[in-house]
């Protein structure tokens, strides 16, 4: 019998009982190994576009393949049939996830998509680095260094972006604090790995964030406008308004999290954190893979698939194999120049590349300078942490 992609795709091992020493057993449990670089680089060497029986899943590892399997016509964002995954389907949850661009290919993606990357690229980085250095200043600091790290890293991305985005008003960090809450609530919920607490509270978050009130910035009246121009419906807009605080949530965490830890090993780091950020970027980056699923039988990099399909697109084993010599992620020096060739793949390709990547890196920039001003230390909080369970994301968590 043929397992559907979700039995699938369950991971082979808990990431907590990973032995560093060796190498990960399979490329999901890749996201949260100590060094899966060498791993992902042999991957990409010798297997740039296999059937991983284990898995249920085609594995594209070699940067052309990637890149491929990104830009094939029939390789989808959702399994056919299948818009919403089952456990949050028919509910606030399934609601919002189902506007999402990210969750959605044709013609309403590309067009909502357009839009949004025009407007993103129209906010001042000055101003955002500015609003995430204010709501800083605001933030409590919990006794417990990694306590800090750990909220700071997940809210405060989200907290500045909800104030660009016309969520807060001011100063009311009661209010940003329980938005970034729910958005890490309703991210956690998308997760293949979410329990029934995690799900039924995702689904609540999803009900509260799309009741949120949203004051008319310039920002938002002119996204507003532009979207309804090109013919999106504004229930599209404000799902995927909040779309723009779920996308950064885990991921920009992730980029925050590394960077620390690349600062644990080297301090001097922190002289140019800008340079830094873009480093971690490529070196150890947050986001390792995604996946693409065949919506009608077809050849993708030589090979005839057919339709259902699930593939599994590792981001970070095209980034690896054009990265420097082996270790890149511990030796190389944060200054050093990028590699020609070598290019930050966790932003994806495609029609789906994300159009947060310049946000993103200035937002964990302005929270990583807010952590070390605050007197955390990144060599102490390196001592202890483990990454968050997950089968794409490489978030460290300070313990
Ligand atoms: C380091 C932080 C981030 C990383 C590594 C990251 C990575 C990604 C990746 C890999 C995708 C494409 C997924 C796929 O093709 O399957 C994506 C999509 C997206 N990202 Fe990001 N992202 C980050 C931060 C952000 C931020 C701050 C925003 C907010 C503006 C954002 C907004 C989006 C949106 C809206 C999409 C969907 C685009 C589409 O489907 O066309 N991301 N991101």
């Known amino acids: 019998m043929k397992l559907g992609p979700k039995l699938a795709l369950k991971p082979a091992l808990n990431p907590m009982t990973l032995d560093p020493t060796k190498p990960p057993p399979d490329p999901l449990a890749a996201a949260t190994h100590p060094d899966p670089y060498p791993y992902y680089r042999e991957l990409a060497r010798v297997q740039p576009f296999h059937r991983d029986a284990m898995l249920m899943l085609w594995v594209a590892a070699g940067p052309a393949e990637v890149a491929a399997v990104l830009s094939h016509p029939a390789c989808r964002v959702r399994p056919p049939g299948q818009p919403v995954p089952p456990p949050l389907a028919q509910s606030p949850a399934g609601t919002l996830f189902a506007r999402l661009i990210r969750m959605n290919d044709g013609q309403d993606q590309a067009l909502l998509k357009a839009v949004l990357q025009r407007k993103l690229?129209?906010?001042?980085?000055?101003?955002?680095?500015?609003?995430?250095?204010?709501?800083?200043?605001?933030?409590?600091?919990?006794?417990?260094?990694?306590?800090?790290?750990?909220?700071?890293?997940?809210?405060?991305?989200?907290?500045?972006?909800?104030?660009?985005?016309?969520?807060?008003?001011?100063?009311?960090?009661?209010?940003?604090?329980?938005?970034?809450?729910?958005?890490?609530?309703?991210?956690?919920?998308?997760?293949?790995?979410?329990?029934?607490?995690?799900?039924?509270?995702?689904?609540?978050?999803?009900?509260?964030?799309?009741?949120?009130?949203?004051?008319?910035?310039?920002?938002?009246?002119?996204?507003?406008?532009?979207?309804?121009?090109?013919?999106?419906?504004?229930?599209?807009?404000?799902?995927?308004?909040?779309?723009?605080m779920v996308q950064s949530c885990e991921a920009t965490a992730g980029l925050i999290g590394n960077t620390l830890l690349w600062l644990a090993r080297d301090a001097a780091a922190a002289d140019d954190l800008r340079a830094t950020v873009a480093r971690v970027l490529r070196a150890d980056p947050p986001i390792h893979n995604t996946r693409r699923f065949l919506a009608e039988d077809a050849r993708v990099c030589g090979v005839p698939l057919r339709r259902g399909d699930g593939i599994l697109v590792l981001l970070a084993a095209a980034a690896a194999s054009q990265a420097e010599g082996a270790g890149a992620a511990a030796t190389a020096s944060a200054s050093a120049p990028a590699h020609p060739g070598e290019r930050s793949w966790t932003f994806g390709h495609g029609a789906h590349r994300c159009p947060g990547d310049a946000l993103a890196a200035t937002l964990a920039e302005a929270t990583v300078a807010a952590l070390l001003a605050r007197g955390i230390e990144p060599a102490a909080l390196a001592q202890a942490y483990r990454y968050r369970p997950s089968l794409n994301a490489r978030i460290p968590h300070f313990l």
Do not use: K
């Open 121 to 244: 690229a129209t906010l001042d980085l000055n101003d955002v680095r500015a609003a995430a250095s204010a709501w800083a200043r605001l933030l409590p600091v919990a006794r417990d260094p990694a306590a800090t790290a750990n909220r700071w890293s997940s809210a405060l991305p989200v907290i500045a972006l909800a104030g660009l985005l016309g969520y807060t008003a001011g100063d009311d960090e009661t209010t940003a604090g329980r938005i970034a809450t729910q958005i890490a609530s309703f991210a956690a919920a998308m997760s293949q790995l979410a329990g029934s607490a995690e799900i039924a509270a995702g689904i609540e978050a999803a009900a509260s964030l799309q009741m949120l009130p949203c004051a008319d910035t310039p920002w938002t009246r002119a996204l507003r406008e532009h979207a309804r121009a090109a013919g999106v419906d504004d229930d599209a807009i404000g799902a995927n308004q909040l779309g723009l």
